[in-house]
């Protein structure tokens, strides 16, 4: 059960990872209604379209490169040589000072991985979709899943594990009979722990803000690629110019429009998916009056908008 101190230091990263989110939504002039719903697990898979086993790989192979490539700036390495090269304990106003200092590196380190992870949610969304609109609501789930990724590592234990990595010393204060003064350590590893707590709650807002980047640097960086709509012979770009100029048609009407570009105006035959051929589908109406493909037809041109 978490205790009163620990229920508070939740609530606090959570109402100032909600404040981020509304302030960056703000930025985009997106609007909601107050309190509404806050974006679930299942939301964030069905406005991403990946599910959650690729989202887990994807997040695993970020996680296991923030520590492996753990590192410290050269010029941060060279001002603070000169305590991590000692092997007594630095005072406590010299260990406080140094642990400001892990920790806003620590905080631009997660700030990369989350803008890393964001490029890959991206690249794996695209990659599963005929056509990617970054909405309000898709934008948000991918902010939230690496948010959620930051919270994870914005961890005492995550922290740790990462100091051992870029600083490599390990002090070890003894008392005057030679035994190792444990007492010492406990006080020192309570106050970084404090310290620690205090700060890497209010890098939200950089977190976010470089999670932001990388979804718009994959956007413009994908602008331009080979759909999978290209790669069927546009079946779902002709579907979506018939959609988009005649709202009133029916589904079957939409069909026989898309055949009929096709067949008269590309001078090709309508590219059918393999799935729905293999049931004797030759063109777009057969595959909708086929009771086989029927239901196979009418998502796929439900789901081209």
Avoid at 7 to 27: C, L, P, Y
Avoid at 36 to 62: C, G, H, N, Y
Avoid at 216 to 227: A, D, I, M, Q, W
């Amino acid at each position: 059960m978490a205790t009163q101190p620990q229920r508070a230091t939740a609530n606090g990263k959570r109402n100032s990872r909600e404040s981020a989110i509304a302030d960056q939504k703000r930025m985009y002039k997106v609007t909601q209604p107050v309190n509404s719903p806050i974006l679930e697990t299942s939301k964030k898979q069905f406005f991403l379209k990946i599910d959650l086993s690729a989202v887990w790989i994807i997040k695993r192979e970020v996680w296991n490169s923030f520590f492996d490539e753990a590192s410290l700036p050269r010029i941060v390495e060279i001002e603070y040589d000169w305590i991590l090269s000692k092997r007594e304990m630095p005072c406590p106003d010299l260990d406080d000072s140094l642990t400001l200092v892990l920790t806003q590196q620590y905080a631009c380190a997660i700030a990369r991985a989350t803008a890393t992870l964001a490029d890959w949610l991206m690249t794996a969304a695209i990659s599963r979709a005929d056509r990617i609109r970054v909405t309000a609501r898709f934008r948000e789930a991918i902010w939230r899943y690496c948010l959620d990724f930051a919270a994870q590592l914005a961890q005492w234990n995550a922290f740790s594990r990462w100091t051992d990595r870029v600083t490599r010393v390990w002090w070890h204060p003894m008392r005057q009979d030679g035994a190792l003064d444990r007492e010492q350590i406990k006080r020192a590893a309570e106050r970084r722990q404090k310290l620690f707590a205090e700060r890497i709650k209010g890098y939200w807002r950089e977190w976010l803000g470089a999670i932001d980047r990388g979804i718009e640097l994959r956007r413009v960086l994908s602008s331009g690629r080979s759909t999978r709509a290209g790669r069927e012979g546009g079946l779902a770009a002709v579907i979506r110019v018939v959609k988009e100029k005649n709202a009133q048609y029916s589904q079957r009407e939409i069909a026989g429009a898309v055949d009929d570009i096709f067949s008269t105006k590309l001078n090709r035959p309508t590219p059918i998916l393999k799935s729905w051929k293999v049931h004797g589908v030759t063109t777009l109406v057969e595959g909708y009056d086929n009771p086989i493909t029927k239901g196979r037809v009418k998502k796929y041109i439900t789901e081209v908008t």
